[in-house]
Structure formats: C-alpha cells, structure tokens
C-alpha cells in the first residue's frame, strides 16, 4: 500500500511529474544589472532600449526571457523548461550587461597591418587599405563607429570605438579577412595582441636530393 501510495505521488519540479522540465536559473543570470549614472533604460514590449553619454543600443528579446527595471537595476528572468531557463536567461544578461557598458563606457578594438607598404588610410568614413594587392581595398565605416589612425603609427594602426560591442567585432573581423596574418613572416592584419603561430621556413637549400 504505501509503494503504490508513492508511485501515486508526482516528482516534485511540475504538475506532470517530470523534474526535467522545471525552469532553472543561471547563476550568472540572476544577477542584477546595475545601471550607472546618465544611462537609462526602457523595456516596450519584447523590445529593451539602453541610452546613454556614447550612445542608444536596443534590442528584440524572445518571449520566453523576461526583463523588469527595478530601484535602478535590471532583472532577467526565464520561464522556458529544463536547462533552456538558464541558457536564455544567462545569454540575456549577458548581452543586455553588454549594451550597459557600451553606452556608458564605449568599447575599443585595434588593428596592426604588419608588412612593407601596408597602410591605412581615412577619408570622411571610408578606409583605404594598401595590403600588398595590385589595387587598394576600400571600406566604409558603419554607421555607430568611430574609426581613428594614430598618428605616430604612420598609419599602422586602426583604432574602432562605439557602444554596439558585436558591430565592432564583427566590423575588425571583416577587415581583418581582407588579409589575415599568413605564417610565414606573420604578414597581414591582426588584432592588438594577437599571438600568430609561425611556421618555420625551409632550413636551406641544401639536404637531401
């Protein structure tokens, strides 16, 4: 009796028995975004918009996360069942803590042209690229970056900044496709501090026949 007593009682997590199903929470996740001073945020809907001193970001959120501004923080949260709960909900806060920072803080990322003869050059929003090719490689900046050339770097060195943290890494990976450090002699464009694995050349002329 008191087996089908227990076999008669449903697994605790949901009203059909299985644990699996019940949200979880991440534990970077539930962690409150803190809003610094002169940024704002506005929750419409399934759309989040941040403001602040370097810039407006907004994005579309899915409709299984939730977002709610309280005493100056943001909370996320999820409903989706099993591990989906806190997958989404620490994706979320992780982009959503992203545009925080870009609109008050701003993002950077510098690029090196490694070779002879290789520049960079600006004009208005368009770079001009002399990597070695027969004909020079143009770019235009998008809309929401700043591009910079320090100007002891004799054109060397690229400098992108803005809120939108993903637009400038996809925007330096763009440009460094347009020639990407080959492994002998580590010619090309690279990411500041990026560590180029070089093979070595041949050893001589000599050896074996």
């Known amino acids: 009796m008191e087996a089908q007593a227990n076999a008669a009682q449903p697994a605790k997590g949901n009203a059909n028995g299985d644990s699996r199903l019940a949200p979880k929470t991440s534990r970077v996740g539930k962690r409150p975004i803190d809003l610094p001073k002169g940024v704002t945020a506005t929750i419409n809907g399934r759309r989040i918009e941040v403001k602040g001193p370097k810039g407006q970001l ?22 989706a069942p099993g591990r989906d709960g806190s997958r989404l909900q620490g994706l979320t806060r992780a982009l959503v803590a992203a545009m925080v920072k870009g609109v008050s803080e701003g993002y950077e990322r510098t690029l090196e042209l490694k070779g002879t003869g290789y520049r960079v050059e600006l004009k208005g929003t368009t770079l001009n690229f002399a990597l070695g090719f027969s004909h020079p490689v143009t770019f235009a900046v998008p809309a929401g970056l700043t591009a910079t050339i320090p100007a002891d770097s004799k054109g060397t060195v690229l400098v992108l900044a803005g809120a939108d943290k993903e637009l400038i890494g996809q925007t330096a990976a763009t440009i460094r496709g347009f020639r990407p450090p080959e492994p002998y002699g580590g010619k090309g464009v690279r990411y500041r501090g990026e560590r180029v694995r070089e093979k070595a050349g041949k050893a001589g002329k000599g050896g074996k026949k």
Do not use: F, N
Request: net charge positive; no cysteine.
């Open 58 to 79: 907004s994005r579309a959120l899915t409709d299984r996360v939730e977002i709610k501004l309280d005493g100056g923080k943001l909370h996320v949260s999820s409903q």
